[in-house]
């Protein structure tokens, strides 16, 4: 959770710090939620989703299926998804993961999990409540 920010890296490694921020924000996610269990919908879930979702859109990531590393896009959105609970960004990260879900060919809550789990372990609480994110993905068919 100490990692520098995009911002504090030396801008030699610009053409990495999409990736790198965007998994940075992401693990900090994961860290609050496994490491440091901190209950969803308070601080600094909102603005952990916010950050996110905007280093998403201002990357010009534009998410295209051209992107390399999309299981890793999919993680990141996952853990987004999550941590947005009960804010304005979730609809956005549901949208996004319907949008890569179909591109990836996911069709079942388990497939998205073992998609997951091919980039970092997926612990309990982030089995429950990516459920429930994937049942509001499924709503949007």
Known sequence: MSLPTATEIPKSSQDSLLKYEACRLSLTVYSLLILFPVP?????????TQLLRYELESTHLKLSP????????????VLGG????????RWWYVQQLRWLAAILEIDS????????????????????KGFNLWEEVCMLD
């Open 66 to 77: 051209s992107i390399p590393d999309l299981e890793l896009l999919l993680w990141v959105l």
């Open 40 to 48: 969803l919908m308070i601080v600094p879930y909102p603005e952990l």
């Open 109 to 128: 809550w388990d497939h998205l999990k073992l998609t997951m789990v091919s980039i970092l372990r997926l612990e309990s609480p982030c089995v429950f």
């Open 82 to 89: 999550i941590a947005a609970l009960g804010t304005t960004d």
